[in-house]
Nanobody
Framework: VQLQASGGGLVQTGGSLRLSCAAS????????MGWFRQAPGKEREFVAA????????NYADSVKGRFTISRDNAKNMVYLQMNSLKPEDTAVYYC??????????????????WGQGTQVTVSS
């Protein structure tokens, strides 16, 4: 599966952004999907994941209550709605597909396909 993330940009503290990830291929609805991020000088970290059917979600503690992951299998799209953004949310955000796990994972190593990333910058 090929993934294309978009929707990043510059926003002030407290603002909102909606990231989108377009997926190619007919099997998208069978994959768990996730968002990860990497800030300069830091390790890549898990942000959120959603099950193939959309019925289960998982969030990092740092974004819980502020970010919402969703998907539209009819459109081969996954989204990350980010509200109440903070400067520490500044990072390159990547969408990723887990094509093999049965359970919803938070581990980057379980996600075999990655998009190119979109920059999110939150100014203070």
């Amino acid at each position: 599966v090929q993934l294309q993330a978009s929707g990043g940009g510059l926003v002030q503290t407290g603002g909102s952004l909606r990231l989108s990830c377009a997926a190619s291929g007919r099997s998208f609805s069978r994959y768990h999907m996730g968002w990860f991020r990497q800030a300069p000088g830091k390790e890549r970290e898990f942000v959120a994941a959603i099950s193939w059917h959309g019925g289960s979600t998982n969030y990092a503690d740092s974004v819980k209550g502020r970010f919402t992951i969703s998907r539209d299998n009819a459109k081969n799209m996954v989204y990350l709605q980010m509200n109440s953004l903070k400067p520490e949310d500044t990072a390159v955000y990547y969408c990723a597909a887990d094509q093999s796990s049965y359970l919803l994972s938070r581990l980057g190593t379980d996600f075999g396909s990655w998009g190119q990333g979109t920059q999110v910058t939150v100014s203070s």
